[in-house]
């Protein structure tokens, strides 16, 4: 979401939030690639020039349809709008990697699942540490477990028919409270995550059983991350510099002391099921672009 400049000033402001990046402004369609590099070549070169205005999201280097030229296109989605103006303005009709000039345009045409148009879903904590350490520095923030317990999967609640027969299974529930301080800023969010798995046969042999106990602890730990993350939005200003702010997204957590929460997790006093939501990235295959000519794409 990009912001009106304030009365006088011609410096843009832009909010970059930990979510799946979303609109045409943030997505480029590059052609006129001709074929003569390997596909391996030309992502890393479109990689590297592309990077070098902000940070790139998504990536895709496809060949040509059948009825057009000899050649390649490519798909390059920023985070931030901004970034994408800048690197448009930098390399279209420009002779970058190649003798002839490549074209760079706004995409102006997408079609997601209705899943993604009702709702822009959380990065993961991958992409949330990425987008973190661009903008705030690898030093800018912290990150410390306030606890990560093995708790029940049924949190007192009745249970309906289909809930019944997974119970018969044994599982395993693991809830993970993190806690993300920003040195610069002098705040700090927390998030949770709960990651529950159904053991298999396999699960009964002791190293299977420990794998999966790790497992099922580093997803919780994963999701409790990108949880935290979700509490803050970035604002990117067009001359380079960056604040953060605080999101909607704020809950009880937050508003407990790490004492409390403690107390919290050792007597199990909190409905802990509304915080079992699936991080989900964007499904790169119900992303589509009309490749096969510049009708679908802005001038």
């Known amino acids: 979401m990009a912001l009106a400049a304030t009365a006088g000033s011609p410096v ?4 970059v939030p930990f979510k799946v990046p979303s609109g045409n402004s943030k997505t480029l369609f590059v052609c006129n690639i001709p074929p003569e590099l390997s596909e391996a070549a030309v992502y890393s070169y479109i990689f590297n020039t592309f990077s070098e205005h902000g940070l790139v999201y998504f990536l895709r280097v496809s060949r040509n ?70 903008y705030l520095g690898f030093n800018g923030w912290s990150s410390h477990i306030i606890g990560l317990q093995k708790i029940s999967g049924t949190d007192g609640c009745e249970e309906n028919a289909q809930e019944m027969e997974q119970s018969e299974r044994k599982s395993i529930k693991y809830l993970c409270i993190m806690e993300i301080k920003f040195k610069n800023y002098d705040m700090c969010c927390r998030g949770i995550g709960v990651t529950e798995v ?79 939501h699936e991080v989900q990235e964007e499904i790169l295959s119900d992303l589509s672009f009309n490749a096969d000519s510049m009708g679908g794409i802005g001038t």
């Not at 843009?12 to 909010?15: P, R």
């Not at 997408?110 to 350490?133: G, P, T, V, Y």
């Not at 953060?244 to 909190?270: A, K, R």
């Open 12 to 15: 843009q402001a832009e909010v």
């Open 65 to 134: 349809a059948a009825v057009a030229q000899p050649g390649y296109y490519a798909v390059v989605k920023y985070y931030s709008a901004l970034s994408a103006s800048r690197a448009q303005t930098a390399t279209n009709e420009r002779c970058l990697f190649q003798e002839i000039p490549l074209k760079v345009r706004m995409c102006t045409k997408q079609q997601f699942s209705r899943e993604f148009q009702d709702h822009q879903l959380s990065l993961n904590s991958i992409k949330c540490q990425e987008l973190a350490n661009y």
């Open 198 to 276: 159904l053991e298999t046969q396999d699960d009964t042999d002791p190293l299977n059983y420990a794998l999966l106990l790790g497992r099922t602890q580093k997803s919780a730990m994963q999701k409790a991350l990108s949880d935290a993350f979700q509490k803050v939005v970035l604002v990117v200003l067009g001359n380079g510099k960056v604040s953060l702010q605080w999101s909607s997204e704020q809950d009880e957590v937050d508003h407990f002391t790490e004492e409390e929460l403690q107390t919290q997790l050792q007597v199990n006093n909190i409905s802990w099921s509304q915080f079992e």
